[in-house]
């Protein structure tokens, strides 16, 4: 399975491999160390080296305390289409959500939320991006 880079609700970078969520742990001259997303929460051990281009070196430690998902890929690139095209498009809501959904496996679909807070979701970072310092 491929690498998938996206990010998580703080723009803090996310690499998703084998349905598996990892957040940069350190970063060295040749190599980024990345730890499993739920290592505070799950005491996960789980590690995962890349090159400085993200390409897949080697994986350390198992994820013994939980397992991926196969779908955290394609919906966490889903949000991050949708918040892309909320702020780069002033248009009406459902016309945000119409343009997004197409293309979008229907696996994908159902594990997503109700439209009425997804449109919560645009308004609300909407109102992040034109807030005052």
Not at 1 to 16: C, D, F, G, Q, W
Not at 87 to 107: F, K, P, R
């Given at each position: ?16 491999y084998n349905g598996l969520s ?60 949708l918040r892309r095209e909320s ?41 992040e991006t034109n807030a005052a310092?």
């Open positions: 399975m491929s690498v998938i880079l996206s990010s998580t609700s703080k723009n803090a970078p996310l690499l998703i990892y957040t940069v742990d350190r970063r060295s001259d040749k190599k980024i160390l990345w730890k499993c997303e739920h290592a505070r929460k799950f005491k996960c051990r789980a590690r995962l080296h890349t090159d400085l281009n993200n390409i897949f070196i080697q994986t350390v430690g198992d994820h013994e305390n939980h397992t991926g998902d196969p779908r955290s890929g394609p919906i966490r690139q889903y949000y991050d289409r702020q780069q498009n002033q248009t009406i809501l459902h016309n945000i959500l119409t343009q997004t959904n197409i293309g979008v496996q229907d696996e994908v679909r159902v594990q997503l939320t109700s439209n009425h807070h997804l449109k919560r979701n645009i308004r609300r970072w909407r109102q310092p």
